[in-house]
């Protein structure tokens, strides 16, 4: 059987519990709160993002690429010092930047960071700014209307042949912003809407949800069982199928809302037809945020149950009391 066909419904490739890892927004396992944007949803990203930046070509090349923003958090409190990292990327390089949103304007221009020589892949950085860049040395307070930015061109190196030189795969890129303590970044950005939708798009079914979700967080990026991963879910929620040329009205539905493209004209035939997340599909899901923890069992129960009802998933806060996710945001 070919990944981009569907599965069986008796074949069982991962526990709920394993598969769903990454899902769903915006919170990640250890609850630490992110948000997805389309780089049109911040102000100036456009500009900023444009033909002056280093990695232009790079960026234009994955044109299906987000933005990802993050409150800076230390022991569940939010605080104002940013250290950016590269974490324990070794073939990586990092762009760090600080930009006024209000201003429109950049505070801190493009810095690189690598703890890795980019021209002799097989020697580390030894104690230059760009190493301190790159392992969060470098500490920045950011002000209010400030926001830190990375850029992280991850060059994913392959195994070595027997010339014992290092090969890469294809790269990935990975945009986040970081907002602290006094910041007004959701003055300027309303995480809970899109460019290109409007209040309509929203109203979703359970089902709908759970399919938006699953494209939007569980990513094909790697090898093919994690888009196994991702059929056998619509199997068991009976959301599917999701394979080329699907009749899944789920699907269809997001399709519709401009969520999912059906890859209708992709050249390479074993994609044509197969739905893939959009860049408006992954910063609509910031909508429907609940814990990791809802999502894998009072969600999980209600999509089997009554996946063609309208989505009103309510959650017990802290204090004990229920709230709707448009309550939690306004």
Partial sequence: MKWNETIREDTILKRWTEVIRKAPPPFYANKNKYDIHQFSDIPGFTELFGSSFPLHEQLEAAPRTTVKSHPLMDGG??????????????????????????????????????????????????????????TGERKFTLEEDEIGITVIYD???????????????????????????????????????????????????????????ILAQIKPDGPPKQYLQQQNLFMELGIGPLAKNTQSQYIATLADRGFVDMNL????????????????????????????????????DVVKNKRDEEFTMFYEDKDGTTSSFNEEMA
């Fill in 77 to 134: 409190e939010m605080i104002s010092e940013w250290r950016p990292t590269i974490s324990n990327r070794q073939n990586a390089i990092m762009f760090v930047s600080i930009y006024d949103i209000k201003q429109k304007t950049v505070s801190y221009p493009w810095t690189t960071g690598s703890i890795r020589n980019i021209d002799i892949q097989d020697q580390l950085t030894q104690n230059t700014e760009s190493a301190r860049i790159a």
């Fill in 155 to 213: 060059m994913k190196p392959r195994k070595r042949g027997q010339s014992q030189q290092t090969s890469f795969g294809k790269p990935s890129l990975m945009v986040n912003i970081y907002y602290g303590a006094k910041s007004n970044f959701n003055q300027y950005v309303n995480v809970q809407t899109t460019e290109g939708t409007g209040d309509q798009d929203y109203d979703l079914t359970n089902g709908e949800v759970a399919a938006l979700i």
């Fill in 265 to 300: 004209d992709k050249r390479t035939p074993n994609m044509r037809g197969y739905p893939k997340i959009t860049t408006r599909g992954m910063a609509a899901s910031n909508r429907f945020e609940m814990h990791h923890s809802t999502f894998r069992t009072e969600f999980k």
